[in-house]
């Protein structure tokens, strides 16, 4: 896994090959490592709320007290933590072959576990968006949890797509699926019975991971480097710009007027 989080003036850097590293961002042009764990801190993916750092590892979840960098509470499962994301006061944990996991993080000194919502596959991306849970499952899935009740989430529906979903994010009414070798799919989302693809990007490109701002959603993929597209108009999306790459982007983050790749 490999992930970028921005909070403030700081990058926090998720990546298999270089470990954790926290950046400072404050002048774009000059950035400064100011802490780095090494390579063989493995960490799958992180998600900040307040001062804290939620760290998704094998089999476990450290929370971090951002100014110190102290490890406040470890909170251990028997399979892997692949993906996190944040929700009021809860964290959302997809742990392999088991599913979604609820987490009260209310104090954060002394998480409790709450419900899981069962998914026998490896929920690699925890997307939230205002009371949805987005689980990019790779081999095909999209799990959509309904988590307005954080005490019983429920499967809102499951988007079977014909690539190896990667990453997601939802805009507008529109769910964005970066969905490998079958390119960037668009799904218009109406109600729990009510789905349809309204459209989709395929370059013979195989897309990594998705940013939506505005009218453009900027995509990075492994053959292309990173593709600029116009969805103003979500059924016709338009390539208006690239940046070649010889290496493959794993993930993208916009912050202002300003774009971070890893």
Known sequence: ARNIHIDGDYAYIVSLSTGFKIINIANPAEPKVVYYSGSNDIINDLAIKDNYLYIARNHAVQ??????????????????????????????????????????????????????????????????SENFAYLSCGEGDVHVVDISDPLNPDIFYTYNTPGDVMDTQVKGGYL??????????????????????????????????????????????????????????????????????????????ICGNYLFTL
């Open 63 to 128: 929370i971090v007290d951002i100014t110190s960098l102290e490890i406040i509470n470890t909170f251990s499962f028997q399979e892997n933590v692949l993906g996190i994301g944040i929700h009021g006061d809860y964290a959302y944990l997809g742990i392999s072959n088991t599913g979604l996991q609820v987490l009260d993080i209310s104090n954060p000194g002394e998480p409790v576990a709450g419900q899981l919502c069962a998914i026998n596959e490896k929920p690699v991306r925890v997307t939230i």
């Open 176 to 253: 964005y699926i970066a969905d490998g070798y079958s390119g960037l799919q668009f799904r218009h989302i109406f109600s729990r019975d009510t789905h349809m693809v309204a459209g989709s990007f395929n370059r013979s490109c195989s897309p990594l991971a998705i940013c939506v701002q505005g009218n453009y959603a900027y995509m990075t993929n492994i053959w292309d480097g990173l593709i600029v597209l116009d969805i103003s108009d979500p059924e016709s999306p338009v390539q208006v710009f690239q940046i070649p790459s010889q290496q493959a982007i794993p993930w993208i983050e």
